[in-house]
């Protein structure tokens, strides 16, 4: 799913939802970039499609922080 974030509570809730359905393997796209959640590492993963690069996030509020900041650099 191809989508564009705007805002904060949106955010939030798709990142809780990753953690409760944290049993079913979720892939959110987002302007080149693939969101999960690793149930066995216990964190939200953002892998940049263009570069390779995997950065991890232990929680809501970093992650979503990174997804604004992305968004930001994309406008």
Same mark, same amino acid.
Do not use: P, R
């Given at each position: 799913? $191809?989508? /564009?974030?705007? %805002?904060?509570?949106? !955010?939030?809730?798709?990142?809780? +939802?990753?953690?409760?359905? %944290? $049993?079913? &393997?979720? !892939?959110? !796209? @987002?302007?080149?970039? @693939? *969101? !999960?959640?690793?149930? $066995?590492?216990?964190?939200? &993963?953002? *892998?940049? +499609?263009? /570069?390779?690069?995997? /950065?991890?996030?232990? $929680? @809501?509020?970093?992650?979503?922080?990174?997804?604004?900041?992305? &968004?930001? /650099?994309? %406008?």
């Amino acid at each position: 799913m $191809d989508m /564009t974030l705007c %805002k904060n509570d949106e !955010t939030k809730k798709m990142l809780e +939802n990753l953690i409760f359905y %944290k $049993d079913v &393997q979720i !892939t959110h !796209t @987002i302007n080149g970039y @693939i *969101l !999960t959640y690793s149930k $066995d590492l216990k964190c939200f &993963q953002i *892998l940049c +499609n263009k /570069t390779g690069e995997l /950065t991890q996030y232990a $929680d @809501i509020e970093s992650c979503e922080s990174a997804l604004s900041k992305i &968004q930001e /650099t994309l %406008k």
